[in-house]
T-cell receptor
Framework: GQQLNQSPQSMFIQEGEDVSMNCTSS?????WLWYKQDPGEGPVLLIALYKAGELTSNGRLTAQFGITRKDSFLNISASIPSDVGIYFC???????????FGAGTTVTVRA | DAGVIQSPRHEVTEMGQEVTLRCKPISGHDYLFWYRQTMMRGLELLIYFNNNVPIDDSGMPEDRFSAKMPNASFSTLKIQPSEPRDSAVYFC????????????FGQGTRLTVV
């Protein structure tokens, strides 16, 4: 599938800091998804966004579906050590169900 | 629900051997996806099924790869003959038609071809 442009590629943060990452695409998606992958595990869904402009929270996580439908961001507030992992954005069009993934953002938290 | 179940979790095989990866999707899901993950290429979609029928196999690397879904609760991805460059983590995911179409992933099979 088409690769999404996800940034940053990696980040080192201090425990307690807020984290932001985003994804952009040259084409429109109808659904944006954010996943987290721990070492040796499969991606786990964090947040699903279905409507342009939608802002959704899940605990310390907040994600938004861009108005243009070509971008999305994920924020993590007050990071903790277990936030370590790789975060992936994924986009889905309405005419098929396959996902296009970003390259991932690797988050490392310093205690 | 037990989630998407994949087996084996790890597979080490010699070049030239046949490898079969297995997947049990979430009950009631009508879409099943096979992805491959490598450091170089990230998560790539290989093939996906809807109601047991292959819809798009354009991501299958070459004829050595084949996938089947004989029923709604089981799918296989076969590599014959395997090559070292096939070494990767292979994920199966499933989703359902409707408003909430997000895909749920299995834990993956780490394949090493030596």
């Amino acid at each position: 599938g088409q690769q999404l442009n996800q940034s940053p590629q990696s980040m080192f943060i201090q425990e307690g800091e807020d984290v932001s990452m985003n994804c952009t695409s040259s084409s429109i998606f109808n659904t944006w998804l954010w996943y987290k992958q721990d070492p040796g595990e499969g991606p786990v869904l964090l947040i699903a966004l279905y409507k342009a402009g939608e802002l959704t929270s899940n605990g310390r996580l907040t994600a938004q579906f861009g108005i243009t439908r070509k971008d999305s961001f994920l924020n993590i507030s007050a990071s903790i050590p277990s936030d370590v992992g790789i975060y992936f954005c994924a986009g889905q069009r309405s005419n098929d169900y396959k996902l296009s993934f970003g390259a991932g953002t690797t988050v490392t938290v310093r205690a | 629900d037990a989630g998407v179940i994949q087996s084996p979790r790890h597979e080490v095989t010699e070049m030239g051997q046949e490898v079969t990866l297995r997947c049990k999707p979430i009950s009631g899901h009508d879409y099943l996806f096979w992805y491959r993950q490598t450091m170089m290429r990230g998560l790539e979609l290989l093939i996906y099924f809807n109601n047991n029928v292959p819809i798009d196999d354009s991501g299958m690397p070459e004829d050595r790869f084949s996938a089947k879904m004989p029923n709604a609760s089981f799918s296989t991805l076969k590599i014959q003959p395997s090559e070292p460059r096939d070494s990767a983590v292979y994920f199966c995911a499933s989703s359902s038609t409707g408003r909430d179409t997000e895909a749920f992933f299995g834990q993956g099979t780490r394949l090493t071809v030596v």
